[in-house]
């Protein structure tokens, strides 16, 4: 499906529009995703709930930002496409980067629909520490890039600097367009940690326990931040719990949200 918000043509997938509900259930995926990793969730939700889930701008099949956004861009567009179904009382899920979002929703912005209950899953926020490794390499990476940069070694290697980022940047960075890398820059140098005590939804964290990315420690941060919060593990799973251990993870949300299954 389709639909125009602020210019932006949105991708989204709306399953349970049929049953009745007064609450919408809205699915934020996470950096690099899409809507696509949300199929087996929809179907589960959409059994009690309206459900819906966007290909946040720069994802999927919607398109890019006209310039770089920050998380403060992309929650006042979440808040406009949420707006404009009409519900009243929403409950929120987001995966990595899209629980960023709600983080950033539910603590500095004011909206028109109630947020009832918050799921974060894996969820980012939390600006990790860099570790010593990870300090040496940035310091090598502005080594070379301002030597890269001068005008006479530039001259003479006019590729140097993109072979120079690719080698130092992450996946998810040499991946990106000019304007998405610019984006990602923006959004994970931010740190919501002191958002979290803000928050006044029931939250459920679930988190995998090998998460590499947002690891398990910035969960039992966010469980002792959070007031009305708490904190399910799933065990040998990664960033991508929701999928690494569905059948858990489904049993976890079926409870939550009081859905037979």
Known sequence: MKKIIDNIEVNFDLRGEDNGGDTLVVLLHGWGSNIKLFDNLLNLV?????????????????????????????????????????????????????????????????????????????????????????????????IGKAIFTFKPVSNLFPDAIDNWRKKFGSADYNNASEIMKNTLV??????????????????????????????????????????????????????YSFLEQQFTFNRVIASYLDINI
């Open 186 to 239: 923006k959004t994970v140098n931010e740190d919501l940690t002191e958002n979290l005590s803000r928050i006044t939804q029931d939250t459920l964290l679930i988190w995998g326990d090998n998460d590499m990315a947002t690891p398990i420690s910035d969960g039992r941060l966010m469980e002792k931040l959070i007031k009305n919060s708490g904190l399910v593990t799933l065990q040998g799973a990664g960033h």
């Open 46 to 142: 959409s059994v009690r709930f309206p459900v819906v889930a966007l290909d946040m701008p720069g994802f999927g099949d919607t398109s890019e930002p006209a310039e770089p956004w920050d998380v403060g861009n992309y929650t006042d567009f979440v808040i406009k496409f949420i707006d404009s179904f009409n519900f009243k009382k929403i409950i929120l899920l987001g995966h990595s980067f899209g629980g960023r979002v709600i983080i950033k929703m539910l603590t500095e912005r004011k909206t028109d629909f109630e947020v009832l209950k918050i799921i974060l899953v894996d969820s980012a926020g939390i600006k990790p520490k860099k570790t010593f490794k990870q300090k040496l390499r940035q310091r090598i990476f502005k």
